[in-house]
């Protein structure tokens, strides 16, 4: 009788750990789920800043700056993409948290929106066809055709400039079909960020040059709706240990083999 007792006592300590056990797990799995998600804004179409690989996921310096961040702040992260000419309406409507997409930052943007500190320091360029000379500079545009990013500040850029519109300005969605366009002649001129540039000429193999100097320095950062301080801070948190700790370098140098966050 005292062994049966013994063993019931056994049993119900053993059910009671089973039950602690199950409820601990339970907590963590709900920690888990109940994550927050952060939800960016990208083209997913501006190599090598975002874009998808043969296989349809989404890459590049931008995807993996904020894939890093949201794992710094706790988030989730869910990547939604959107064409450029509609990304400060889906971001305005709610549809994302931020933009991580090569923001300029300028005063304009600045009245409607909140930026975090810089992560990428560039600069808009001129690119032409591989045997063209005479464009090295917006003086040299006047009479021609050039390309820009339908609504980016390239195209502000060049209306900011031709005053007197002697700039026949096409605009464009996606950057290769500007470099494609320049390369078969259909424009004379295009002017986009440097970095860009450069590696997808070199990628595509068109016959293509970045030329002249860099027509106005650009300074990049992560988009958000005015209002969200909290976000804002977390996001300037993990940009800062990111800077300190190497780890944004690290991400440059594997992008564009130069460190573009300073």
Known sequence: MIGGVKLKKQSIVIF???????????????????????????????????????????????V???REIANRIGYKIKFIPTKWSGM????????????????????????????SEPYVYSGAQLIVKSNNNKITSLEDLKGKKVGVGLGSNYEQIIKEFDQNNKIEVKTYEVLLDTLNDL???????????????GINIKKTGLDLKVTGKVVKKVVNGITLRKGNEQLLNKINNALAEMKSDGTLKEI???????DVSH
């Open 16 to 62: 009671s750990l089973m039950i602690i056990m199950s409820l601990i797990i339970g907590c963590a799995s709900n920690q888990a789920n109940d994550k927050k998600t952060l939800k960016v804004g990208v083209e997913g179409t501006y190599p090598p800043f975002n874009f998808e690989t043969e296989d349809g996921k989404l890459t590049g310096y931008d």
């Open 64 to 66: 993996e700056v904020a």
């Open 88 to 115: 400060f309406g889906a971001l305005e409507a709610r549809k994302f948290d931020i933009i991580v997409n090569q923001v300029a930052i300028t005063s304009e943007r600045q009245e409607k929106y909140d930026f």
């Open 183 to 197: 390369d078969i002649g259909r424009i004379d001129a295009a002017l986009n960020d440097k970095l860009a540039a």
């Open 252 to 258: 440059s140098l594997k992008w564009f083999g130069v």
